[in-house]
């Protein structure tokens, strides 16, 4: 029973993190390379290879992207590198797939008179496929990985790290490719490093409410049974009046807003409601932690 629960927690993380290097692997394939677009980290590196030596990206980016195994190996472990390191012999097999086959070149899109469209579909795409192979636990190797290390230690945003780091290694790219690339190629890396935080924070959004009342216990008893929410209440005092109040805490659906204010005003119309906006919620009543 144990092994079949590890299996279906691999299989969990091992399918995502598939798709998310396969959804990469075809925004560089029919986006970025037919339009001569640029990428940063070492697939930036891959592609640069690419337009100047015609070397295939498939190979480059495993080759580049072996001291950096090691390094994370070291420093984040060798399960969070494990899907790391599938994630980049993922990316390297869809990246191969794509230059053998000829699925890239009837489904790329390459029109110059879009530019800004193609830059939109790019960064959505290349997003999306980091995105969630972040969210699975995984990286595509390369600057991904000194990303997820900065994230775990310093707590940087990992869609902010890519962005500084890829504006360098774009930077130096200046001297190969045309400025209007770059330029094009700096806006696609900002929509993808946006699209990288809104998959990893969540794509769910609730609503938090702080309720300052005299009435806590009944505006909590109300939420328990008609909302069916866990509520957290907490001691308060004013500090001009000196008069102790109740702070009524509570998570709810964004569907629930409505609802909940309706039912603090029908207790206490004079409740002060301050209601917070929730990036990613986890627990009972909404979703539980991807293990």
């Not at 927690?9 to 640029?38: D, E, H, S, W």
């Not at 945003?157 to 770059?182: E, N």
């Not at 119309?269 to 990036?279: L, M, R, S």
Request: net charge neutral; with cysteine.
């Amino acid at each position: 029973m144990d092994m079949n629960i590890a299996s279906i927690r691999v299989l969990k993380q091992i399918i995502p993190i598939t798709i998310g290097a396969a959804l990469y692997a075809f925004g560089l394939q029919c986006f970025v390379i037919p339009n001569q677009l640029m990428e940063g980290g070492v697939t930036g590196i891959a592609v640069l290879l690419n337009y100047i030596f015609e070397l295939p990206m498939s190979i480059t980016t495993l080759i580049i992207n072996i001291p950096l195994f090691l390094v994370g190996w070291k420093l984040l472990g060798h399960k969070k590198m494990i899907f790391s390191i599938y994630g980049s012999v993922a990316l390297s097999g869809f990246l191969a797939l794509f230059e053998h086959s000829q699925i890239a070149s009837i489904i790329s899109y390459e029109k110059s008179s879009d530019a800004m469209l193609i830059v939109l579909y790019a960064g959505i795409t290349l997003g999306a496929g980091l995105g969630i192979v972040f969210r699975y636990g995984g990286t595509t190797g390369g600057i991904d990985i000194v990303a997820r290390i900065l994230n775990r230690w310093k707590g940087f945003s990992m869609g902010q790290i890519i962005l500084v780091a890829d504006a360098i290694i774009i930077g130096v790219s200046i001297f190969y490719i045309s400025l209007d690339k770059i330029l094009y190629t700096l806006v696609m890396v900002f929509i993808a490093s946006k699209m990288i935080d809104f998959i990893q924070n969540g794509a769910y959004t609730a609503k938090a409410f702080s309720i300052i009342t005299d009435q806590g216990e009944k505006i909590a008893k109300k939420i328990t049974h008609e909302l069916d929410r866990g509520v957290t209440i907490l001691p308060a005092k004013g500090a001009y009046s000196g008069t102790t109040k109740k702070v009524v805490y509570c998570v709810v659906a964004r569907s629930e807003t409505h609802r909940l204010k309706q039912l603090v005003r029908s207790i206490d119309p004079i409740a002060f409601i301050v209601i917070h906006e929730v990036q990613d919620v986890l627990g009972e009543g909404f979703k539980e932690e991807e293990d």
